[in-house]
């Protein structure tokens, strides 16, 4: 499974488009870029996955850059509710479909 | 739709004592998965089992034994608790085929003493 590289912390303003970017320079071509985000100590919340083409979502948008070596999570109107940590996966599709987790982004919201 | 439920929340053991976590879902899923997660790290996966009837290692599998009990029940069984057992431990489930994302419970907080 490919590794992922993520900013520890980013803050962001109410209201305002929150960005988090991945960074997966090994992903193979069969390989799903999923993210998913954990709230205080809750379990972790699915958000949206895609392989190549930008996806979209109730709750979120992908963009995967046309190599698949990064891509950007989009929050389009951020809300103090999803102060969470972030967590960006690469995962291929076959075999024991585990997640390998990094440490992923804490994203605070600011009032 | 209760999704994946794990009992218990919360639970306290002394080094030595044994424990089983459990963890059902209702969504007709065959792949089941555990994991822990230690403070200011991600998740590692324990053990999986990909349907009912199979189970395998994960990254992390020494100390731990699970029972695939049927479709729904993934259960995850401490036969000597260590401290360094100690941990929040995350049940997940998938269904379909391919791209289908894991499902998260709400976890079980476990201390060892």
């Known amino acids: 499974d490919a590794k992922t590289t993520q900013p520890t912390s980013m803050d962001c303003a109410e209201g305002r488009a929150a960005n988090l970017p991945c960074n997966h320079s090994?992903?193979?071509?069969?390989?799903?870029v999923y993210w998913y985000r954990q709230i205080h100590s809750q379990g972790p919340q699915y958000i949206i996955h895609?392989?190549?083409n930008n996806e979209t979502n109730e709750m979120a948008s992908l963009i995967i850059t046309e190599d698949r070596k990064s891509s950007t999570l989009i929050l389009p109107h951020a809300t103090l509710r999803d102060t969470a940590v972030y967590y960006c996966?690469?995962?291929?599709?076959?075999?024991?479909?585990?997640?390998?987790f990094g440490t992923g982004t804490r994203l605070k919201v600011l009032a | 739709n209760a999704g994946v439920t794990q009992t218990p929340k919360f639970q306290v053991l002394k080094t030595g004592q044994s424990m089983t976590l459990q963890c059902a879902q209702d969504?007709?899923?065959?792949?089941m998965y555990w994991y822990r997660q230690d403070p200011g790290m991600g998740l590692r996966l324990i053990y999986y089992?990909?349907?009912?009837?199979?189970?395998d290692k994960g990254e992390v599998p020494n100390g731990y034994n699970v029972s695939r009990l049927n479709k729904r029940e993934f259960s995850l069984r401490l036969e000597s608790a260590a401290p360094s057992q100690t941990s929040v431990y995350f049940c997940?489930?998938?269904?379909?085929?391919?791209?289908?994302?894991?499902?998260f419970g709400d976890g079980t907080r476990l201390s060892i003493l």
């Open positions: 997940a489930s998938r269904g379909g085929t391919g791209n289908q994302p894991q499902h």
């Open positions: 895609g392989l190549k």
């Open positions: 969504m007709n899923h065959n792949s």
């Open positions: 089992s990909a349907s009912e009837g199979t189970t």
């Open positions: 090994t992903i193979s071509g069969n390989e799903y």
């Open positions: 996966i690469v995962r291929v599709t076959s075999g024991t479909y585990k997640y390998i």
